[in-house]
C-alpha cells in the first residue's frame, strides 16, 4: 500500500470482500460475460457501492481474474517432474482442470472484451510459465518440435470446454480428449502441419 493510501474502514473492507467472492462466483459460473447487477446484488451490495470499488467492469474483471491467472501460473511453475515429457503433461492438465472448472478461466484464454489488452498480459503470463516446459519436452523428443506455446493453450483451452450434456457423459469427460492431444503430440507418427503458428496472440484477438 502507498504511503498516500489510507487502509479501507471494517465495512468498506467487507464490501470489497463480498464484491470480490460473488464476481470470481459469478465469472467462474456464467463467464465474464455476467452482468454487474447480478454481482452486486449476489454480494449484498449497491451497484453504486461496487463502481466505487470498481469503476468499470473491466476494472472488476481483472482484479479477479488476475488472481486466478496468477494462481494458475504459480502452479504450473512449482511442478516438480523431472522428466519433461511427464512435466508438460502435468502442467497441460491442471491448466484443463483448472480452465474447466472456471468458465471466467476459459474466457481470460479466447474471449474478446473491451479489456482485451487486460486480458492478453494475463494469457501472456500463463503462456511465458508453459514455455520452458514445451521447449525442454521438445528438446528430449517427448513432443513434437512445430508447436508453439499458443498452440498448446489453444488446444487446452478447447478441450477443457468439451460439454459432456451431448452424451449424457460424466462433467470430467474432457480428460478423454485431454489424453488424446497429448498422445497427439508424439513426433513419432506426425504429420506436417498446415499454416504457421499463430503470434503469440490467440487466434483471433
Known sequence: MA????????????????????????????????GVDAIAKEAGVGVGTLYRRFPTKGDLIAAVMQARTS???????AIDEP??????????????????????LFDTLVAELPCAQTLDGMR?????????????????????????????????????????????????????YLVLVLDGLSPRVASPLPHVAPPRRLAGR
Not at 522428466?83 to 471466467?104: F, I
Open 3 to 34: 504511503a498516500t493510501e489510507r487502509p479501507l474502514r471494517a465495512d468498506a473492507e467487507r464490501n470489497l470482500q463480498r464484491i470480490v467472492a460473488a464476481a470470481t462466483e459469478a465469472f467462474g459460473r456464467d463467464g465474464l460475460e455476467a
Open 71 to 77: 494462481e494458475t501460473v504459480r502452479l504450473v511453475r
Open 83 to 104: 522428466d519433461p515429457g511427464r512435466a508438460l503433461a502435468a502442467a497441460a492438465r491442471l491448466v484443463a482442470e483448472r480452465t474447466a472448472s472456471d468458465r471466467g
Open 124 to 176: 501472456s503470463e500463463l503462456l511465458a510459465a508453459l514455455e520452458p516446459l514445451l521447449e525442454a519436452a521438445q528438446d528430449a523428443d517427448a513432443v513434437r518440435d512445430d508447436i508453439t506455446a499458443g498452440d498448446l493453450l489453444a488446444i487446452l483451452a478447447s478441450v477443457a470446454r468439451i460439454s459432456p450434456r451431448f452424451w449424457d457423459a460424466p462433467p470430467d469427460l474432457w480428460t478423454r
